[in-house]
């Protein structure tokens, strides 16, 4: 089994700094914590928090060095990997997120755990 989060911005340019940030979170070892903190503060804030001022205050709470963080949302590589995702996810044939993919079924849409337990079990056991 294999697991592989790929980005997929698909909501205008808030939703590509979001996941760039995420992936410079991720350089420093907190992209699930930044990850989850962003998105807990946008249900709590609304979407403004994704302009560059509201991602690094989410930065800055989970104590990430600041000169590194910033440094890599202006250097580049993090925007070409989100890039890469997104084309890698459209090949792959995913339209909106979440978008899951087991033994090559494209499931839509958040789903309960048991929906996915039941289906990783299948593919684990071969059917």
């Known amino acids: 089994m294999r697991y592989a989060y790929l980005q997929f911005p698909i909501l205008g340019q808030g939703s590509v700094r979001a996941a760039v940030a995420s992936e410079c979170a991720g350089v420093q070892g ?27 205050l989410v930065a800055s709470g989970l104590g990430l060095e600041m000169q590194s963080f910033n440094a890599c949302l ?3 590589k993090a925007l070409d990997l989100v890039q890469a995702d997104a084309q890698a996810a459209r090949a792959a044939g995913v339209r909106v997120t979440p978008t899951t993919i087991i033994n090559g079924t494209l499931y839509e849409g958040a789903r309960d755990f048991s929906f996915y337990a039941a289906r990783i079990d299948a593919a684990l056991a071969g059917k």
Do not use: C, S, V
Request: aromatic share 10%; net charge negative.
């Open 30 to 56: 907190k992209f699930d914590e930044y990850h989850h903190e962003l998105f807990a503060t946008i249900q709590r804030n609304g979407p403004t928090i994704t302009a560059p001022d509201g991602l690094a």
């Open 74 to 76: 202006n250097e580049g």
